[in-house]
């Protein structure tokens, strides 16, 4: 059975959309959790707490991550390309801070001196926050466009230096990201967690969620009135062989907010975002984790899709050359590529679904001081 061009093409898009999101229900918990423990955790055996919650799943959780780079280079080619030649920098800084991750994990309760633990708790800490704010900065940097633009072999020509991409919208994408997934990883720990630990995990979800949920107002209010976005003009029909620089784009003051004019039933992800935060403001003040715990996952839900909806069809702007600028018509893979990926991606996507909810079913409920005291060697 072969799909049409046009049709494959959204299909790629949705699932690169659907492996983001899983690593962000998945993994963003994780982030949250690690960059929260430090200050949750105010014993050595409370911090342990934290890691025993998180250890069984952090390796597992960071393949849906892998799934998205790899879906990104087979959909899209020429935007994996763009994407690590203009965000070199921070890209490898999201590497260097998940290498600490597993040294974090694995070594962190190896050696019985508080120096050593210590140490890696703030590695831990790195590890988790650097990476959350940095992922929402990327995000942020593309709603005001990468300096660059295709010259006539379709190379990129970067035509910005490091402060090109430094600008306070950026800043407020990653704190967006990094008060989400905290706010994801206190209502996580109010699942798994007891006693003070649990108090001090549902106090931290509140906070984050109010952030959360200033920040995330103030950046629509900005994207509305501050900020041009890009309109596609003139687009040819589809084929095989459209190239980037076959469409016109302009740019212009609301242009990122024409798709929810378009789609009105696209309000519904940013109005998720804000419902899913305040369910978790009221329900972990009630001391309702599972409810809290769903609150999060529907405002990551919001969160992500209100950036997909806002940016489609564009993956990657261009504030250097508009018309340069890559969507998902113009950057894709060939047909041929396209299809034969979707079905694996049919075969093989639900499978890791399946592995996952297994794997969380496995291993739930709750860690305590208890268990982590009676098994020093055991566990993390």
């Known amino acids: 059975m072969w799909l049409d061009y046009a049709t494959l093409q959204l299909l790629w898009w949705a699932l690169v959309a659907v492996l983001l999101i899983g690593f962000s229900l998945t993994d963003g918990f994780d982030l949250g959790a690690g960059a929260l ?25 960071q393949v849906w991550f892998i799934l998205a780079a790899g879906a990104l280079f087979a959909a899209w080619p020429m935007v994996y390309a763009a994407v690590f030649s203009t965000l070199y920098i921070p890209m490898l800084l999201i590497l260097f801070a998940l290498i600490l991750r597993p040294g974090g994990f694995e070594y962190r309760s190896k050696v019985d001196d508080q120096r050593w633990r210590r140490s890696w708790d703030w590695f831990l800490f790195a590890g ?39 600008h306070p919208f950026a800043l407020l994408g990653g704190i967006i990201s990094l008060s989400l997934l905290a706010m994801h990883g206190g209502t996580y720990l109010q699942l798994r967690t007891e006693g003070t630990l649990r108090g001090r995990a549902a106090s931290a979800s509140r906070l984050m969620a109010a952030v959360l949920m200033a920040a995330f107002a103030l950046a629509g209010l900005w994207l509305a009135t501050g900020i041009d976005g890009l309109r596609i003009t003139a687009l040819p029909p589809v084929s095989d062989h459209i190239q980037p620089q076959d469409k016109t784009v302009a740019a212009m003051a609301g242009g990122w907010l024409d798709n929810y004019g378009l789609a009105p039933l696209t309000l519904l992800a940013p109005a998720a975002g804000f ?12 001391g309702s984790g599972l409810g809290a715990f769903a609150g999060s996952i529907l405002s990551v839900l919001g969160v992500l899709i209100t950036a997909g909806a806002s940016l489609f069809p564009f993956i990657l702007p261009s504030s250097a050359d508009p018309g340069s600028s890559l969507t998902i018509w113009d950057a894709s893979s060939s047909r041929l590529t396209l299809s034969i990926m979707f079905w694996v991606a049919v075969v093989f996507v639900p499978i890791v ?11 739930r409920g709750r860690v305590t001081e208890a268990q982590v005291e009676e098994n020093p060697h055991s566990l993390y």
């Open 275 to 286: 419902l899913g935060a305040f369910g978790v403001l009221i329900l972990s003040g009630r």
């Open 353 to 363: 679904l399946l592995y996952t909810f297994w794997a969380f079913r496995v291993m």
């Open 37 to 61: 423990m430090p200050f949750l955790g105010q014993t050595d055996t409370e911090r342990r707490v934290i890691v025993n919650v998180l250890g069984p799943h952090w390796d597992g959780n």
């Open 128 to 166: 988790s926050a650097v990476p959350a704010f940095l992922f929402g900065w990327v995000f942020a940097v593309l709603f005001l466009g990468l300096p660059f633009r295709l010259d006539e072999e379709l190379r990129t020509l970067y035509e910005g230096g490091l402060g090109a991409l430094v």
